[in-house]
């Protein structure tokens, strides 16, 4: 290569720093060399750039390469003169350009259509008319329309599944062949040559719309030259000095992106999608989504193509879009890909086979780039696991029953057998559930699946049949359906609800014999990958639950597909566990790792682990030892001692809400022992600072006098908002935050500058080792690690030293997102201080970033700090 990753431009927006440098170096090299990175830069290092720029400067360095390359004359291997050999690719080559250039052309005609008229677009009436919507006819009065269609034999209906209903896509057969005939199909067109023209590009992930809405705002900053300029308009001038905007489009499900009224009103992403895949099913054509792409609506989806790609835009601009042009967003998006340079999408629709063929997306060659990777392997066992209550069992197997009442004599054949087998294996889970239910002694545990599946005729059951049954027919839409229906007819508006159980008082809004069927999938699942689990639930009463133990399986698809993939998060450490749990089939040399150091100077920052109370007694939070009143008292005591001597806010983390209300009573009602009035610790701490609690969600009951919350969401930014504004008061006294490790202000909250000048962290957030999953997860990974090491001379030791360490990481990771909240930009400074013997250990110290350890103090008494901190910010701010 010409350049090195030293010398090599990235064309940042600004002036980047060394670390930014060193981290979209690795990028490159990481992408050039087609391997799987684990890369950590501090958040407020600027990652979602650094990412973008070495990962796009690839991208057009690949292209231009590969096209040269593509274009290059090989005379000697042809049997026709040089010269012509010569004419023909350099044809071929000005064609391909010309291709490239007509879209350049068509978006650069929408960027300044939208730019002479923005207003008249955003408020007038689309270019095409909007096609009529004929659904007003759809919901009909007839109880029939959730009568179950005739349903052959297995083998007819494979057949029929093939040549009428629908596969993976999502699509009907039907739908399939209009949308190839307009050049946008589920499989990808080809191209004059014969080859399928999806170039490489970037799948770019992460959790959220919003992180995904914050990561396109940056994509608007970066100015990129061409991969490849048009030879006759560059006139003499460098390639660098061009510059071509990044093709970019995001990716949502239908709940995202559905335009149509009464469908995107159910609400859940199940039933939208249920409703909108029958929509497409309807024979009667004016019964179909209005908006669905069709022959005569190709101009439409090619202009929501050109508009799509002429600016960056959020998911909420691509449903604003469709809105405007009356094409569905969803399915016009898709075709809209293979002109893409960087895909958007949150974790589901990338990390999900099903999601992705749903899609029409392959990996194949392409790059993914999953960012807030700290959650990757948490999310793809959230995604894969699926729980199911005793309740909403008992509702869909009545809400069945009513429905068998109704159409009794009209199920035939297959219908009738395979319908009976859904009420049996109903019927044997409701009763292993009631009888876990019944015996109080049990809490929590391992499901036994022999007794779970002991019903009356399950074993002669065929899950897997009986699974496609469930799809094809759509049984549990049929009966919801009715459901519905039935309610309606009873008594208006004052109906009594058929089949609703007694605990249950709203009716489930996703169709509850649908979630039922989802968990009736994981029944097919490995055992060797996931375990089922029992447990009672003082919310949602006795639950059974599958949950997948081990992500390699899921994961090691998308890693063999794409050509690289990189994990980049602001706090990976501890990065083993990737390696160990995530990626353990693959070579060490095929693993890139990376830990960035900070922007800010280190005399920004003091780190100090805190292992002694005033007492002189260590501080061991512990759950055997953290509910001792003297550790609440020396606890109270360092809270105070920080609050005083760190200006503006102080943010402490604590263990689990249950210590942080124990704590909460325990100090309204002792006593500091240098008190020499009547106050409280409580009283001490409003005195030195206004304090606020992290509430809970509406099922757990706060210690807090505010109102109960509406949700998470809406209660961490009402308490952020009343800090915010308490720091802001100019009083000077800041505030106190009192959060929880892992809680909803210990993840993506920025605490810059006066609202984190220091971070507590107290103890460490140890899952609960004798829960049924944990028992589970730790016995699964001792024994993997001892087949892997051969079974014997010392394996057991190993597995138990693997599953520790395991243990261990997954607490560290949470401490890391906590610590991490503080630092927000090379301006920032900041204390802290974690609170626990154990943080003096090397053991647990190796598992903190890179740029707090090189920080790090020596373990301090809370008697030692109060200088420490004096010193450390005088002068600051």
């Keep these: 290569m010409p350049n090195t990753n030293s010398t090599r431009d990235f064309h940042h927006p600004y002036t980047?720093?060394?670390?930014?440098?060193?981290?979209?170096?690795?990028?490159?090299?990481?992408?050039?060399?087609?391997?799987?990175?684990?890369?950590e830069s501090p958040t407020g290092t600027g990652k979602s750039l650094s990412l973008i720029c070495g990962s796009m400067t690839w991208l057009r360095d690949h292209k231009r390469r590969t096209f040269e390359e593509g274009f290059s004359v090989d005379a000697a291997n042809s049997e026709e003169p040089s010269w012509i050999v010569e004419h023909a690719q350099k044809q071929r080559k000005q064609e391909a350009l010309r291709r490239k250039q007509d879209l350049n052309d068509r978006i650069a005609k929408i960027k300044a259509k939208e730019k002479r008229a923005k207003e008249r677009y955003e408020s007038g009436e689309p270019k095409y008319k909007r096609q009529k919507t004929a659904l007003g006819d759809v919901e009909n009065n007839d109880e029939a329309q959730f009568a179950l269609d005739d349903y052959e034999s297995d083998e007819e209906s494979h057949k029929r599944a093939r040549a009428g209903a629908f596969d993976e896509s999502g699509l009907s057969a039907e739908t399939q062949a209009?949308?190839?005939?307009?050049?946008?199909?589920?499989?990808?067109?080809?191209?004059?040559?014969?080859?399928?023209?999806?170039?490489?590009?970037?799948?770019?992930?992460?959790?959220?719309?919003?992180q995904l809405t914050q990561f396109s705002s940056e994509l608007g900053r970066v100015k990129m030259p061409p991969a490849i300029a048009p030879d006759e308009d560059v006139s003499g001038r460098e390639i660098d000095t061009l510059v071509?905007?990044?093709?970019?489009?995001?990716?949502?499900?239908?709940?995202?992106?559905?335009?149509?009224?009464?469908?995107?009103?159910?609400?859940?992403?199940?039933?939208?999608?249920?409703?909108?895949?029958e929509l497409q099913q309807n024979s009667k054509s004016e019964s179909r989504c209005p908006h669905m792409p069709t022959k005569e609506s190709e101009p439409l989806v090619n202009d929501f193509r050109d508009h799509a790609l002429a600016k960056i835009r959020d998911i909420e601009d691509l449903g604003v879009l469709g809105k405007k042009l009356g094409v569905c967003p969803y399915y016009a998006s898709r075709p809209a890909t293979k002109y893409c340079e960087i895909v958007t999408l949150p974790y589901p629709l990338l990390l999900q086979r099903t999601a992705r063929e749903a899609l029409g997306l392959s990996l194949k060659d392409h790059i993914v780039i999953i960012d807030e990777a700290h959650n990757l392997m948490d999310a793809i066992a959230g995604i894969y696991s699926v729980s199911v209550t005793l309740d909403q069992v008992q509702q869909a197997r009545a809400q069945l029953t009513a429905y068998l009442q109704k159409f009794r004599n009209k199920l035939k054949g297959k219908n009738r057998v395979y319908v009976a087998q859904t009420v049996r294996i109903l019927d044997s889970i409701?009763?292993?559930?009631?009888?876990?239910?019944?015996?109080?002694?049990?809490?929590?545990?391992?499901?036994?699946?022999?007794a779970i599946m002991s019903g009356k005729g399950v074993d002669q059951i065929n899950i897997y049949k009986l699974n496609t049954y469930l799809q094809e027919s759509r049984l549990a839409r049929k009966v919801d359906g009715y459901t519905v229906f039935a309610e309606q007819a009873e008594s208006g508006s004052a109906q009594k609800p058929i089949a609703k159980s007694a605990k249950n008082s709203p009716r489930h809004t996703v169709p509850v014999l649908m979630h039922v069927q989802a968990f009736l999938l994981s029944l097919m699942n490995p055992s060797s990958e996931g375990r089922f689990f029992y447990a009672k639930e003082e919310a949602?009463?006795?639950?059974?639950?599958?949950?997948?133990?081990?992500?390699?399986?899921?994961?090691?698809?998308?890693?063999?597909?794409?050509?690289?993939?990189?994990?980049?998060?602001?706090?990976?450490?501890?990065?083993?566990?990737?390696?160990?749990?995530?990626?353990?089939?693959?070579?060490?040399?095929k693993i890139m790792t990376l830990s960035c150091g900070h922007v800010i100077p280190p005399s920004n920052l003091?780190?100090?682990?805190?292992?002694?109370?005033?007492?002189?007694?260590?501080?061991?939070?512990t759950f055997e030892n953290r509910n001792k009143e003297k550790t609440m008292i020396d606890l109270g005591t360092a809270i105070l001692t920080f609050a005083q001597h760190i200006p503006?806010?102080?943010?402490?983390?604590?263990?689990?809400?249950?210590?942080?209300?124990?704590?909460?009573?325990?100090?309204?009602r002792i006593k500091p022992a240098s008190s020499t009035s009547t106050s409280t610790f409580w009283d001490s701490f409003t005195k030195t600072k206004p304090v606020f609690l992290e509430q809970r969600s509406q099922q757990q009951p706060s210690t807090s006098t505010q109102p109960p919350p509406i949700s998470k969401e809406a209660t961490a930014d009402s308490v952020l908002t009343a800090y915010s504004a308490a720091i802001a008061s100019g009083k000077g006294r800041g505030a106190l935050l009192f959060a929880v490790i892992g809680g909803t202000l210990s993840e993506g909250i920025n605490f810059s500058d006066a609202l984190g000048r220091g971070v507590v962290v107290v103890g460490l957030p140890f899952?609960?080792?004798?829960?049924?999953?944990?028992?589970?997860?730790?016995?699964?990974?001792?024994?993997?690690?001892?087949?892997?090491?051969?079974?014997?001379?010392?394996?057991?030791?190993?597995g138990k030293a693997a599953a520790r360490e395991f243990y261990e990481n997954v607490c560290m990771r949470a401490v890391n997102q906590c610590v991490g909240r503080a630092i927000r930009h090379k301006g920032d400074y900041a204390a802290i201080l974690m609170l626990d013997r154990r943080y003096g250990s090397k053991r647990i110290q190796d598992k903190l970033p890179k740029w707090i350890r090189g920080s790090l103090t020596g373990g301090l008494g809370v008697r030692d700090v109060g200088g420490r901190l004096d010193g450390f910010f005088k002068g600051k701010g």
């Design 767 to 798: 899952p609960n080792p004798h829960s049924a999953e944990w028992k589970a997860k730790m016995q699964y990974i001792a024994a993997k690690t001892q087949a892997k090491s051969g079974g014997g001379g010392g394996s057991g030791s190993d």
């Design 606 to 621: 003091l780190a100090a682990p805190i292992v002694r109370g005033t007492s002189g007694a260590d501080f061991d939070f």
């Design 16 to 39: 980047p720093y060394d670390i930014q440098n060193e981290f979209m170096g690795a990028v490159y090299t990481c992408l050039e060399e087609g391997k799987v990175g684990i890369f």
């Design 648 to 668: 503006d806010g102080v943010v402490v983390f604590f263990p689990s809400y249950s210590f942080l209300d124990a704590c909460i009573v325990a100090w309204k």
């Design 430 to 450: 409701i009763a292993y559930l009631q009888s876990i239910d019944a015996n109080t002694k049990a809490t929590d545990g391992l499901a036994d699946m022999a």
């Design 178 to 210: 209009l949308m190839a005939s307009l050049g946008y199909s589920v499989d990808a067109p080809k191209d004059d040559d014969g080859e399928a023209p999806d170039e490489t590009k970037i799948f770019f992930c992460s959790r959220t719309h919003s």
């Design 540 to 589: 949602s009463g006795t639950t059974l639950q599958y949950m997948l133990l081990d992500p390699t399986y899921h994961f090691k698809d998308i890693v063999e597909e794409a050509r690289a993939v990189v994990l980049a998060g602001g706090t990976m450490s501890p990065m083993s566990d990737y390696e160990q749990h995530l990626l353990s089939y693959l070579d060490p040399s």
């Design 244 to 277: 071509e905007d990044v093709k970019h489009l995001t990716l949502g499900s239908r709940k995202n992106l559905c335009i149509n009224s009464k469908v995107n009103k159910l609400g859940s992403a199940t039933a939208i999608n249920e409703r909108c895949l």
